[in-house]
């Protein structure tokens, strides 16, 4: 199964929830059933495939990133208090640093 953790900042201001899908194809699914949400940008992170989508104007953003075949990760970014700033950002940022700190393949 996949494992989930979140982080939640002290002032509250925002919300992160990274998930690892190690028998799951994430990336084809997130393809699949969220491809016609307003925010659908496919893009590579540390030369993977991935995709940034959010599903409306809420400040969640989402980041999926293809690691393997079956295997993938998930980023999720709330910004809690208004003004919103970039959920979409933070998001791929975090995406970018998990996929960095991730051993390589053997």
Same mark, same amino acid.
């Given at each position: ?5 979140? !982080?939640?900042? %002290? =002032? ?6 990274? *998930?690892?899908? $190690?028998? !799951?194809?994430?990336? +084809?699914? *997130?393809? /699949?059933?969220?491809? %016609?949400? $307003?925010?659908?940008? $496919?893009? @590579?992170?540390? &030369? ?8 409306? $104007?809420?400040? *969640?953003?989402?980041?999926?990133? &293809? ?8 980023? +999720?970014? %709330? =910004?809690?208090? +208004?003004?919103?700033? =970039? ?5 791929? @940022? /975090?995406? +970018? ?10």
């Amino acid at each position: 199964g996949h494992r989930v953790c979140v !982080w939640v900042d %002290s =002032d509250n201001l925002g919300e992160l929830a990274v *998930t690892t899908y $190690p028998d !799951w194809d994430i990336l +084809e699914r *997130t393809y /699949a059933n969220v491809a %016609s949400d $307003p925010v659908f940008e $496919p893009l @590579m992170i540390a &030369g993977l495939p991935a995709v940034v989508h959010q599903p409306g $104007p809420v400040p *969640t953003c989402y980041v999926t990133v &293809g690691l393997a075949q079956r295997q993938g990760l998930g980023v +999720e970014f %709330s =910004d809690t208090q +208004e003004p919103y700033e =970039d959920p979409c950002g933070a998001a791929r @940022m /975090a995406a +970018e640093v998990a996929v960095g700190n991730l051993p390589p393949l053997k």
